[in-house]
Nanobody, 123 residues
Framework: QVQLVDSGGGLVQAGGSLRLSCAAS????????GGWFRQVPGKEREFVAS???????YYVDSVKGRFTISRDNAKNTLYLQMNSLKPEDTAVYYC?????????????????WGQGTQVTVSS
């Protein structure tokens, strides 16, 4: 079992920055791929970014160049640095963990989820 706790969301103006954190506990998190998804009301949860234990990263096109995913295996923590935020980035952001590459896993199949943290970007 892996337990994930998200934090770091909040309200920010367009063009601002936020850093999300995801603290993992339980089984060795370093053996899992970590990632972030986001969801707005009425829409499906969508993939945002992922990182493998090797450090390889993947991003959805809409956040490339603005968001950076990273992990600290010694601290069992996953991060998402979000810069140049836009109102369309407003969503609940969820930390995720799976042994498979998260960009290719349907949300309903993901092994572990955090509880979610709200990010609101005002125009």
């Amino acid at each position: 079992q892996v337990q994930l706790v998200d934090s770091g969301g909040g309200l920010v103006q367009a063009g601002g920055s936020l850093r999300l954190s995801c603290a993992a506990s339980g089984r060795t998190f370093s053996s899992y791929r970590g990632g972030w998804f986001r969801q707005v009301p009425g829409k499906e949860r969508e993939f945002v970014a992922s990182i493998a234990w090797s450090g390889n990263t993947y991003y959805v096109d809409s956040v490339k160049g603005r968001f950076t995913i990273s992990r600290d295996n010694a601290k069992n923590t996953l991060y998402l640095q979000m810069n140049s935020l836009k109102p369309e980035d407003t969503a609940v952001y969820y930390c995720a963990a799976d042994r498979r590459e998260l960009s290719g896993v349907p949300p309903y199949e993901v092994d572990y989820w955090g509880q979610g943290t709200q990010v609101t970007v005002s125009s």
